[in-house]
């Protein structure tokens, strides 16, 4: 979603152009990031993991094919071809060795893109910008696709829940839904490390995450400050 001006189109509504606004800025290339770290990883398994990754580049375009027309074109453009690389690393490794590999790419990159999405290099590290940004992520960032729900939200505590994740349905149609905890654990890395001790982020518990087959997924923050 491009940033215009409102003059373009006065027909575009403040909630539009509001949304628009607080889009994190674009053009961050995160396979900057992990490629280096997947090439590194790769290097004891594979001789040429070079011609590896580039296979896997100029095939992609072929695997997005065979994705359900129902997912969003940018939520598959986004995770096409890290699933590419995982479904062909399982095939040459098997799945345990494939999903270590992964997990330490895909932490990696995720950091990276939560730092960017939730502007923790442009805005103040307090609780009430953590939760704001949480919010206004949900409607323009990377998991604008998931459906939230605020259950809660105090001066030192925030929870809300997610009762829908098409990252989760998107690596489930792929047959590869071991993938889905992954992603959970970048906001388990991120939250935690925004403000250490200060802010402490749980899920209540072990297995209260779609991917572990419960109905919704739990967020919470609680301030200690």
Known sequence: MSLTSSTADPARS???LQVEAEAPPRGMDLKKITTPILLHLLARD????LLFMLKCKLTVSRFKKTIDPRFPVELVDTCALP?????NLKRRLGQKRAFEIMRVAILSGG???WNIAYRAAEEERTFENLCEEEIKVNRTGPTRWNILEVVERTERRFEIKITRCLYHELTTAMGVPELTPVICQIDNAAFNSYLPDRVVFTRGGPGRRIADGAKECNFIWQRYD
Do not use: D, E, N
């Not at 594979?46 to 993991?49: N, R």
């Not at 699933?83 to 479904?87: A, D, G, N, T």
């Open 14 to 16: 403040a909630t539009t």
């Open 46 to 49: 594979l001789w040429f993991p």
């Open 83 to 87: 699933l590419w690389v995982y479904i």
């Open 111 to 113: 950091i990276a893109q």
